[in-house]
């Protein structure tokens, strides 16, 4: 017995899936291939430089020769890729080019770039100081790709940290030792680290001093809140002195004083949190003179011995100008660079240079002082200032 089920439209219309061929995802890893070729090949010490040909200023050889020789823990899905996705990194990259025919196989690419290139890499390089504690080569790496493209970042294993704090003992690990070397693709990204960070160097990046001063100011204003009423009823009826009120479109002293104490009091629990604000302290309020005209006598000496005595002008304090602490005769490299930001690493090896060379004059000139010294005048001291 035949049974007539009802057909559903969508069932009639429905056609056979067929499987959808997926692209495989290589993104990440032409990305990954693009920066190991131009950190091997912008290395100050590069390794596989011998291993390409020069030729009409191009150095030139094969792709597959040259990968093989980049030790890299990804080296099997660097070969995987297929001509296509090898010469798309021209795109990519300003540093090398590859070419070959589009139908070629990936073992007959080559691997180009210009010897203008290997002429100008200590031209590319930055030198940073004054890092933070907890300084990373992934996070200075980070900082510094705003600025251009960076090949590499080199930060120094430390000799020696002494620990400021004693609470931080044992459990803080610095693994640098304060100052870092930043390589980038090209002279104009240093140019642009370095203007940078010089404008940026003035600002405090720990903030210590500066919560301190802020706690300072808030309690010093609210003295000053407090003690108004007291000179108010203090002031006697037949005084003659300046009388200072606000202006009208301005609400009452009362209500201001009480509203700039709550304010304050809010930030002062803020920062002792830890938090910061952007209130700004010890901001200067124009208030209108105005002068009791009913008690003032008409006669001008009066009037004159007034102005001349009880009416004071503010006057900006002077201030005090930081005297500089003498440098001792003896400088180290590490006092020397201390207070130095940044500068391009060719700056660096040259003052390094001048400072051995004067190094060994000073040296040089106290060895022939103590030999000319007379014999009677003491002993010789030969040691260094």
Known sequence: ?????????????????????????????????????????????????????????????????????????????????????????????RVFMITGAPDAKPENLKIEFSTKLRARVMDNIAYVDNLPLFCTAERLSRRAAIFGRVVDVYLPPPRKVPQKHAMLRGSLKVNHAGYGFIQFTTSQAVKRFCKRYIANSHLRRHGRKTRRKRIRAISKSQQQLTSQPELEEEQDPNDISPVYESVPCLPEPDDDNLITSNYQQELLSGLESGLESDYEFNVKKFKSVAFNLSNVSSSKEENNEISLTEIKMPTKKKKTRRKRTAIGEAVSLKVLFRGIQVFPYKAYRRLKKEYYRLKRHVRQVYTIKADIRPPNGGESDTSLP
């Open 1 to 93: 017995m035949d049974l007539d089920l009802p057909l559903v439209d969508g069932e009639l219309n429905q056609e056979p899936k067929k499987p959808r061929r997926k692209r495989p995802r290589t993104a990440q890893i032409r990305q990954d291939l693009r920066k190991a070729l131009e950190t091997a090949i912008l290395a100050p010490k590069c390794k596989i430089l011998p291993l390409f040909v020069r030729k009409d200023g191009v150095f030139s050889e094969n792709l597959y020769l040259i990968l093989k020789q980049l030790n890299q823990p990804q080296i099997h899905s660097f070969l995987k890729l297929n001509t296509f996705a090898l010469k798309s990194l021209n795109n990519r990259s």
